[in-house]
């Protein structure tokens, strides 16, 4: 059963202007380290992978119910991926508690997530379902 859907557009020249400007102040505070070793690998397209990942918060924190509010912050969502290479979210803190909160007894939370990114364009998209435990 799907428990919440979210999705997020964020214009990448947007996230160069903030880098830019505000740089590791900004980064610090929207996302994790992970996220940034991430994106700084990208080198010159390093403002992409900030912008998806951006995207990708934002679209897990609608599917939430609750954008940043409610004690979800920014750090708690975190983009990663398998190791086949999909991206997938980890929730952590507040963003943990409100998805535990929104799964029925006997059912497993599963977070799909789609981004990409078209200059000047990022996209993300996330599905939160509750699967049955076997």
Excluded at 22 to 31: G, K, L, P, S
Excluded at 38 to 44: D, L, N, P, Q, V
């Amino acid at each position: 059963m799907i428990i919440g859907v979210g999705t997020d557009l964020c214009d990448i020249r947007r996230i160069e202007q903030t880098l830019a400007r505000f740089d590791a102040r900004f980064t610090a505070r929207i996302y994790t380290d992970d996220e940034c070793a991430k994106a700084e690998k990208r080198g010159h397209a390093r403002a992409n992978r900030y912008a998806m990942f951006y995207a990708a918060k934002e679209a897990c924190a609608k599917a939430l119910g609750t954008g940043f509010r409610d004690g979800v912050f920014w750090r708690d969502l975190a983009v990663d991926n398998l190791p086949s290479g999909q991206p997938m979210m980890t929730l952590s803190n507040g963003a943990l508690e409100r998805l535990q909160s929104l799964t029925p007894a006997g059912f497993t939370p599963k977070i799909d997530v789609s981004l990409t990114d078209e200059y000047p364009m990022a996209h993300a998209m996330v599905v939160i379902s509750a699967i049955p435990k076997a």
